[in-house]
């Protein structure tokens, strides 16, 4: 089946660790996106990715890294310097075609500082 | 500063009962437009989007949406709702190109048996 994974579910950090999201998608499509999502603030975009070896700053990037190597991957860091880390993070990929501008979404990893 | 309102934080009704859900966006010119949904435990889907055309537009599971220009709305509509109608709602308009979506804060319904 196409579609985005997500590794780990879950995500224990200390402080003062960086740690890397997984984010793998089969579905063929150039442009990939991580956002973060807190309670009652709703989605706010990290980083972006049009094509491979290219990727911009979102909304809140600060205390974030990514890369994009290949197609079907965009890992992302959360390092030391994310003041606030602990969050659910949802990657999601760029449709085309009958799916034009529609982006798909994988399950999330919640990630937790202790 | 371009942004998204969603109305209500938290909505809680009875199985059958109407719902509407508003959404405003300040954006000018051309805007695409969205709604997903959050089930417990699942992955963030598309309800139904909007590009061109008829403002009133279909999406899955008998939900519909209005866009109204001159409101600068997008509201989400479902005439009878069902327990598994339960989910986190969220309105969602692009920036621009490449699908930068902005997205308001959530609505949580709760559809009570």
């Known amino acids: 089946d196409g579609g985005i994974t997500q590794s780990p579910k879950y995500l224990f950090r200390k402080e003062g660790q960086n740690v890397t999201l997984s984010c793998e998608q089969n579905?063929?499509?150039?442009?990939m996106y991580w956002y973060r999502q807190d309670p009652g603030q709703g989605l706010r975009l990290i980083y972006y990715?049009?094509?491979?070896?290219?990727?911009q700053k979102g909304d809140i990037a600060e205390g974030y890294s990514v890369s994009r190597e290949k197609k079907e991957s965009f890992p992302l860091t959360v390092t030391s310097a994310q003041k606030n880390p602990t969050a659910f993070y949802l990657c999601?990929?760029?449709?085309?075609?009958?799916?034009?501008?529609?982006?798909?979404f994988g399950p999330g990893t919640r990630l937790t500082v202790l | 500063a371009q942004s998204v309102s969603q109305h209500n934080h938290h909505v809680i009704l009875s199985e059958a009962a109407s719902l509407e859900l508003g959404c405003n966006y300040s954006?000018?010119?051309?805007?695409?437009l969205f709604w997903y949904v959050q089930y417990p435990g699942q992955h963030l889907q598309l309800l139904l989007k909007?590009?061109?055309?008829?403002?009133l537009v279909k999406g899955i599971k008998g939900f519909e949406a209005e866009f109204i220009k001159s409101k600068f709305s997008f509201n989400l509509r479902k005439p009878s709702v069902q327990w598994s109608d339960t989910a986190e709602y969220f309105c969602?308009?692009?920036?621009?190109?490449?699908?930068?979506?902005?997205f308001g804060a959530g609505t949580q319904v709760v559809v009570t048996p």
């Open positions: 999601a990929s760029l449709g085309s075609g009958s799916s034009y501008n529609e982006q798909f």
């Open positions: 579905l063929n499509h150039d442009a």
């Open positions: 990715s049009q094509i491979v070896n290219d990727f």
């Open positions: 954006y000018g010119g051309t805007v695409n």
């Open positions: 909007y590009f061109s055309g008829d403002p």
């Open positions: 969602a308009v692009t920036q621009g190109s490449w699908g930068k979506l902005q």
